[in-house]
C-alpha cells in the first residue's frame, strides 16, 4: 500500500510499516500545503492512505468523497505510539477508500510499572 506521512506524523513509524511504500510531507516537498491542497496532491499522486497526528482534520475537509483513507493518530509523542504500535498497523492495514480512523494510543508507563 502506498502510504502518506503528513507533518507530525513520527518517520520512525515507517520502519514498522514492512511490505507499504511510505512518503512524508517533507520529502515530497508538500510541508507548506495547505490540508485542502495537500489531500488533493497526496490522491493525485496515487496515495491510499494518509497518515496524520492532525486532530481537526475531519473538521476542516470534507473526507466522505475522498478516494484515499484517513487514519489519525491522536498523540505525536513517538515513545507513546512505540509502545502502542498494533493498534496503528491494524488500522493502516485494514483502510479503505475513502474510510476515516482515529487511534488512540495507551499512554506511556513510567519505568518500573
Known amino acids: 500500500m502506498k502510504l502518506f506521512f503528513d507533518q507530525g506524523t513520527p518517520a520512525p513509524l515507517r520502519r514498522f510499516l514492512v511490505g507499504h511504500e ?3 510531507a517533507h520529502e515530497l516537498g508538500w510541508s507548506r500545503l ?3 491542497a495537500l489531500i488533493a ?3 493525485q499522486a496515487g496515495f491510499e492512505v ?3 497526528t492532525d486532530q481537526n482534520l475531519r473538521y476542516q475537509q470534507k473526507l466522505a468523497s475522498r478516494r484515499i483513507a484517513v487514519v489519525v493518530i491522536l498523540t505525536t509523542s513517538w515513545p507513546r505510539i512505540e509502545a502502542d504500535l498494533q493498534p496503528i498497523l491494524a488500522a493502516i492495514d485494514s ?3 475513502g474510510s476515516y480512523a482515529e487511534i488512540a494510543v495507551a499512554a506511556s508507563r513510567t ?3
Open 22 to 24: 511510505v512518503a512524508t
Open 34 to 36: 495547505d490540508n485542502g
Open 41 to 43: 496532491a497526496v490522491e
Open 50 to 52: 494518509f497518515v496524520t
Open 95 to 97: 483502510a479503505v477508500p
Open 111 to 113: 519505568p518500573g510499572q
